[in-house]
T-cell receptor, first 113, second 115 residues
């Protein structure tokens, strides 16, 4: 059974810092990995999608890497801003005939001015 | 273009009752997935429908059922509600089935409270 762990569970940083959020998964036979952002009580917004054959993806100040062999992904946020405050979730999907994603519990990020 | 829409926004039900949640995918998307998110945890996969057929089912009891209509909108039904069914129910749509796994686009969710 796939298990996804996100560390740290919570993080509070001053504005301007560079951040690294971690996601680890127990079964390396994944189809892809996706990072999401969730604001309190809201739905999820997709940030980056990394296919299993890729090593990293970048979008603006965000960079996500994937190391399947070690079962790890990191989300790097450069020059953090108060608007980045949210919960960040990672999800991995398993290969096969249907898309069955497994989510981590998320990292709750607060960026204070 | 409108994003994924869900109705109702909030719902309060009593134990033992039945509830129906609705989801409209992004125009052109044929896949709809449902998730349950209990406070403080990540979303748990319930169902995926693609082209009106069930393509995936998570580890949920038979009290949970869903269907997809010809216009690709979807309903999630939960019977015999339990207190533990209280959660945010999320719907996501994507352009293809899990074979290609495009990005999932999520709706704002329906907050269900069971008393």
């Amino acid at each position: 059974k796939q298990e996804v762990t996100q560390i740290p569970a919570a993080l509070s940083v001053p504005e301007g810092e560079n951040l690294v959020l971690n996601c680890s998964f127990t079964d390396s036979a994944i189809y892809n990995l996706q990072w999401f952002r969730q604001d309190p009580g809201k739905g999820l917004t997709s940030l980056l999608l990394i296919q299993s054959s890729q090593r990293e993806q970048t979008s603006g100040r965000l960079n996500a890497s994937l190391d399947k062999s070690s079962g790890r992904s990191t989300l790097y946020i450069a020059a953090s801003q108060p608007g980045d405050s949210a919960t960040y979730l990672c999800a991995v999907s398993r290969p096969g005939g249907s898309y069955i994603p497994t989510f981590g519990r998320g990292t709750s990020l607060i960026v204070h001015p | 273009d409108a994003g994924v829409t869900q109705s109702p926004t909030h719902l309060i039900k009593t134990r033992g009752q039945q509830v129906t949640l609705r989801c409209s995918p992004i125009s052109g998307h044929k896949s709809v997935s449902w998730y349950q998110q209990v406070l403080g945890q990540g979303p748990q996969f319930i169902f995926q429908y693609y082209e009106k057929e069930e393509r995936g089912r998570g580890n949920f009891p038979d009290r949970f059922s869903a269907r997809q209509f010809p216009n690709y909108s979807s309903e999630l039904n939960v019977n015999a509600l339990l207190l533990g069914d209280s959660a945010l129910y999320l719907c996501a749509s994507s352009a293809d089935s899990g074979f290609f796994l495009n990005e999932q686009y999520f709706g704002p969710g329906t907050r269900l409270t069971v008393t």
